[in-house]
């Protein structure tokens, strides 16, 4: 009997602590939402849990203030991030493709490769990478940006995991023996087999390119191009809006809005994807 | 069952054409990249757009970047920042991890509190940063919170937060001489609020890793410790925590190497309305690459790309020599472990 008051007391005593963490995880994001309808007057006055009504006035504020362009990075971004995102998933699907099912030459090395280079962050060799996009004659464009999604070691690695609990080699046969070709059967085959898991690697592939800011940074100088996060940075660095409180609260809601919406919706996916990237050795 | 349909030679040519575009990729955007910087540091690359002609000059710009004390002072705090938010981390994702796998507690919502954890780890660090400037800053939330409860009070008048770092803010709630503490100056706060902030970001990622690690040791194993009765801190330590090992293993090498690369956060912290500006508390939690961002990159009296391609050489080499011995560390605590349980560890 006691020990099951103890197990009781025990489980409250949890449940405060993670109600405690999970306020710390939401409270900032709540007041960052809220302050966005409040004016910069009732912000300076205190803190409140509930909105007020200054939405659209903020609006035209952030709008207004000076040559940037929200709504326009907003549309930089989402053109980056969508690009990318379809890059990294096709060719990295295809390349986990031919060493998950080819007898190649080269297959022990590539698949070394990946398992060496996913140690690597890209961002160590980013002033050898500043100095090819010179060359290249690439600065201020988006190229940099987009096509180094070809070659995703992580996107390979993760696919690779997936691949192997769901290539069925006798359909691949069968399809062969149709006459159908090598491309082909990826395509009309292994693709949407391979659907689920090419989503949730589109998920971590979107946030990834959306939420860059270092690269573009280092590369984008015109304002028209720049990136939402570029330009949250912007906005923060505090000379043209330091005082109106809720159009910069408003303006970091807007670049995190989105990523919050598609959360919400599909957690689920986000969550078992990032325990299947890790594990399985 | 793999490799028993013999599929011809013929086919397996495809194999080299499907890998190609990222074989290529790689030797563009990786190698290339590599073998630039490694010229570059050896290099007078003084001009961005490498308009004037480069020359060797030896190690120099090895010299240099070894000689300049913010450099080198920012290697320790990049350690310092990785290591003040990865211990909390990984503690915290370990108990709560246990706890939400453990057959006798059976909580309730932990799908809904893993949900939450996580969230963090998906907002742009560059809004991240910036939300938490303004909730620091003088008129900030935090410190209206802080003068409401009376905190911020208290710790002006028993000194420890100096004189200097008060600031008369009126308004707060109507109060004409109410008092807000500049965040923003002190330093070790700021070092402080970068740690919390990656904790806050990386947390919820790190609980989702050790919980799949846990959940994937057999049931049968706890049950029988049980029945042998053994209680929970020698079943933790005995039995989940040596078979958790390579899922340890990879949160630790996958957060050190992200660590010693840590940029957005402390980089927007030093730009952002003003923080850093008048106090030079700039230097206090700049991290490796924000150092050499701002001194080697963009500085507009310092501007060099052969120092900054040093600079890159020396991040990456404290990257590399962190990581390998960190994989002997784990290698010898290998040899340790008990082999009827490494037998049964192939699921992980």
């Not at chain 1, 990075?73 to 991030?81: H, K, Q």
């Not at chain 2, 706890?99 to 509190?113: A, E, V």
Request: proline share 4%; aromatic share 12%; net charge positive.
């Amino acid at each position: 009997m006691s020990g099951k008051v103890g197990i009781n007391i025990g489980r409250a005593a949890i449940y405060v602590i993670l109600v405690i963490i999970a306020l710390l995880c939401i409270m900032p994001l709540y007041i960052m939402i809220v302050n966005a309808t409040r004016s910069t007057e009732q912000i300076n006055k205190g803190i409140s849990i509930f909105p007020s009504t200054f939405l659209a006035t903020n609006w035209n504020i952030l709008d207004k203030g000076g040559s940037l362009n929200l709504l326009r990075a907003l549309g930089n971004s989402v053109f980056i991030s969508v690009t990318t995102t379809t890059i990294t998933v096709y060719f990295s699907l295809l390349c986990a493709y031919a060493i998950e099912i080819y007898n190649f030459a080269l297959k022990k090395f590539t698949l070394g490769l990946v398992l060496f280079l996913i140690m690597i962050p890209g961002q160590v060799s980013i002033i050898g990478f500043y100095r090819l996009v010179v060359n290249f004659g690439w600065l201020d464009s988006y190229f940099p940006l987009i096509l180094p999604a070809i070659a995703g070691a992580g996107a390979v690695f993760f696919f690779k995991q997936y691949l192997e609990s769901c290539v069925i080699l006798e359909l691949i046969h069968a399809a062969r023996i149709d006459g159908c070709s090598e491309l082909g059967i990826f395509h009309k085959i292994m693709m949407p087999i391979a659907a689920p898991g090419a989503f949730t690697m589109a998920i971590f592939a979107f946030v990834g390119s959306w939420n860059n800011f270092f690269t573009p940074f280092l590369i984008l100088n015109t304002q028209e191009k720049f990136t939402l996060p570029m330009v949250i940075q912007v906005i923060v660095n505090g000379n043209t809006f330091f005082r109106e409180m809720g159009a910069l609260y408003l303006g970091l809601a807007i670049s995190i809005a989105p990523v919050i919406i598609v959360y919400i919706a599909l957690s689920k996916y986000i969550i078992s994807g990032i325990a299947m990237g890790a594990l399985k050795e | 069952m793999k490799g028993k349909i013999r599929l011809g030679t013929k086919v397996d040519r495809w194999g080299f054409v499907f890998v190609a575009p990222f074989l290529i990729g790689i030797a563009i955007f990786t190698l290339y990249p590599i073998i630039n910087m490694v010229i570059m540091s050896f290099q007078n690359a003084t001009n961005r757009s490498f308009t004037q002609e480069l020359r060797f000059i030896g190690l120099d710009n090895y010299q240099a970047v070894f000689n300049n004390e913010t450099f080198m002072g920012s290697i320790g705090t990049t350690w310092k920042i990785w290591f003040m938010n990865f211990v909390p981390q990984i503690g915290i994702a370990l108990l709560l991890s246990v706890w939400f796998t453990s057959l006798r507690l059976r909580l309730k919502f932990i799908g809904i509190f893993r949900t939450i954890f996580y969230l963090p780890n998906l907002l742009m660090p560059a809004t991240v940063a910036g939300l938490y400037t303004m909730l620091i800053g003088n008129q900030g939330p935090i410190n209206k919170l802080l003068y409401n409860l009376g905190i911020s009070q208290w710790l002006a008048s028993s000194g420890i937060v100096s004189e200097n770092r008060v600031q008369v803010v009126a308004g707060i709630d109507g109060a004409p001489d109410a008092i807000s503490i500049m965040f923003a100056s002190i330093p070790e706060f700021m070092t402080g609020m970068v740690a919390y902030i990656q904790w806050w970001l990386w947390f919820g990622s790190t609980i989702i890793i050790v919980m799949a690690g846990m959940t994937s040791i057999s049931v049968s194993l706890y049950e029988s410790a049980y029945v042998d009765g053994a209680g929970g801190g020698t079943i933790f330590f005995k039995i989940t925590l040596p078979l958790l090992r390579p899922v340890m293993l990879y949160i630790l090498v996958t957060s050190l190497v992200g660590g010693m690369q840590i940029i957005d956060i402390p980089y927007i912290f030093g730009t952002a309305g003003g923080i850093g500006r008048p106090g030079g508390t700039l230097n206090e939690f700049a991290t490796m690459n924000v150092v050499m961002i701002r001194e080697y990159f963009r500085g507009p009296s310092t501007r060099n790309l052969g120092l900054a391609a040093a600079a890159g050489m020396v991040i990456f080499a404290v990257t590399l020599i962190a990581t390998i011995i960190l994989l002997f560390i784990m290698r010898i605590g290998k040899d340790k472990e008990p082999k009827k349980l490494k037998a049964k560890k192939g699921g992980v």
